[in-house]
């Protein structure tokens, strides 16, 4: 049995190598294609790659033009009214598209007014000055986001129901009960202390959320989602929320007095006007640092991935292609455990930020 296990991990991950090679192959027989007749050699790698690791408004699932397969996304804006719309246009030539009688075109996956001939205006470093609308579409991101919160009430639902029938945890609840008593005894209990309970549903959505989305990520054709800097931030965002919301009397006190009274007044007006900025820049930099540390981390182990299969093309020849595979699945491996690591790391500190503001005076 261990054995087969450990075949069909091999298996799944030799799979998933050949569609993300497939697509590679395929993307650069279509460059070279379009660019460039003559040279059979050119390969963008960092376009292949930034279109890879980019939201979108469609969802390739495999293939390249009409030997592909995309789940085309709504277009949804608000310019001077609500304006819905498919982005099928945008991928099969229509270069604009009218609703309401107003025009746009897409450059970069970022939406832009024109006019009926689909022109922008470019400044000297080549970026769009056209106006933007509100932009609210349902990207590739968003749906990744909306089937990993699915995922979850389906099986935190299942756990209660296994919960409610029996109290020895079979099948999910089994499987899920040890990963919610790790976050409470190694994550909640130590670094927040006796209110941790006030904070176990926050933390445990946030852990499994994240991991969710960075093991869907790695699928072949899947959304990066958690490695969308914007994505990152809202979750920091969050965090920030939760940490100084729940601060009490004490964690603000030793942010605008930190020195309580060991220092005499005229000692405080030289030293304050330079603490009490770091205390209060302190509050701004530690979500930061949060929102940072999961992006750049996700979004280098797709990039290092992408790199190593793109070598092939690079090169020119198949006779790299076994280093290329070797080192591909070398790093899938340790990107699942970076998957796990980032979603401890993150609930982890925020668990820290959340027992620092409302830890009592001693």
């Known amino acids: 049995m261990q054995k087969i296990k450990q075949f069909t991990f091999v298996l799944a991950l030799l799979l998933g190598f050949t569609n993300v090679h497939g697509q590679l192959a395929e993307e650069h027989q279509a460059h070279n294609t379009q660019t460039n007749p003559q040279e059979e050699s050119g390969f963008d790698l960092v376009g292949t790659i930034m279109h890879h690791i980019a939201d979108a408004h469609e969802w390739r699932l495999w293939g390249e033009g009409e030997n592909g397969f995309s789940v085309y996304l709504p277009v949804i804006l608000w310019d001077n009214g609500l304006k819905v719309f498919s982005s099928k246009g945008f991928y099969q030539g229509n270069h604009v598209i009218e609703s309401g009688g107003e025009y746009y075109t897409m450059y970069h996956e970022k939406i832009y007014k024109t006019d009926a001939t689909g022109q922008l205006n470019y400044d000297a470093d080549h970026h769009p000055l056209n106006a933007k609308p509100l932009d609210f579409s349902i990207t590739k991101n968003v749906v990744a986001m909306l089937v990993a919160g699915i995922l979850l009430l389906l099986l935190f639902g299942a756990v209660a129901r296994s919960y409610n029938k029996s109290e020895t945890p079979k099948g999910i609840a089994g499987f899920l009960e040890p990963l919610v008593i790790f976050v409470r005894d ?3 209990k130590p670094n927040i202390g006796p209110k941790y309970e006030r904070y176990m549903p926050y933390l445990l959505t946030l852990f499994f959320f994240i991991w969710i989305l960075n093991l869907t990520g790695m699928l072949p054709g899947a959304a990066n989602a958690s490695g969308n800097i914007a994505f990152t931030m809202v979750l920091a965002l969050i965090a920030l929320l939760v940490v100084n919301l729940s601060g009490n009397k004490t964690y603000w006190s030793h942010i605008f007095d930190p020195l309580k009274g060991q220092m005499p007044w005229y000692g405080k007006m030289l030293i304050y006007p330079i603490l009490v900025p ?10 930061i640092a949060l929102m940072i540390r999961l992006f750049a981390n996700i979004t280098a ?30 790093i899938n491996v340790i990107e699942l455990l970076v998957a796990a690591l980032q979603a401890y790391i993150f609930t982890l500190l925020t668990a820290l930020f959340i027992g620092m503001a409302v830890e009592e005076a001693h």
């Open 186 to 188: 190694d994550i909640a």
């Open 278 to 287: 770091v205390e209060v820049l302190g509050i701004f930099t530690k979500p």
């Open 301 to 330: 182990g797709h990039i290092i991935i992408l790199s190593f299969i793109s070598l092939i093309f690079i090169m020119g020849t198949i006779a790299v292609s076994p280093a290329s595979i070797i080192l591909t699945l070398f």
